[in-house]
C-alpha cells in the first residue's frame, strides 16, 4: 500500500505547483469574503466553495509532497541495522498512509455537506 502511493505521487508530481496555486486561490477568496471585497449580501458567497476546496488542496499538496520519498524496500543482503531502520521508517510511512486514508475519507463526508448546505441556500 505504501509503494502504491509513492509510485502515485511520484506520478503526479507536475500537479503539486497546480495544487499550491489552487489552495492559494481559494483562501484568497475566502479572505477576501470575509473581509466584504468581493461578494454582495443579494448574491451566492464563494465562502463554502472556497473552503472546501483549499482543504482538497492542501490533501492532494501533502500527498504529492510527502510520499515520493518512502524508501524502497531493502533485500536480504543488506546489513542488519539498515533494515531494522528502513522497516522502522517505513512503518511510520504505514501510518501516515492510515492517517491520509482517514484524513480524505473525513474530508469527503465533509465536504458533501458543507456543499448540500451551500447549494441548499443559494437555491
Do not use: H, Q
Not at 477568496?29 to 451566492?44: A, D, N, R, S
Not at 501533502?62 to 524502497?72: I, K, N, T
Not at 484524513?103 to 465533509?110: D, I, K, Q, Y
Amino acid at each position: 500500500m505504501i509503494d502504491r502511493f509513492r509510485s502515485i505521487a511520484v506520478a503526479g508530481r507536475r500537479f503539486k505547483p497546480l495544487a499550491l496555486i489552487v489552495g492559494i486561490v481559494a483562501i484568497t477568496i475566502f479572505g477576501l469574503e470575509v473581509l466584504g471585497i468581493i461578494g454582495t449580501p443579494g448574491e451566492k458567497s464563494l465562502l463554502i466553495p472556497s473552503i472546501v476546496l483549499s482543504l482538497w488542496a492542501i490533501v492532494l499538496w501533502a500527498m504529492l509532497d510527502g510520499f515520493p520519498r518512502v524508501p524502497e524496500g531493502l533485500d536480504e543482503n543488506a546489513r542488519f541495522f539498515n533494515r531494522i531502520k528502513n522497516k522502522l521508517v517505513r512503518l511510520c510511512y504505514y501510518f501516515l498512509v492510515i492517517l491520509f486514508v482517514a484524513t480524505t475519507v473525513m474530508l469527503m463526508s465533509f465536504s458533501f455537506k458543507l456543499l448540500r448546505i451551500w447549494y441548499g441556500d443559494i437555491s
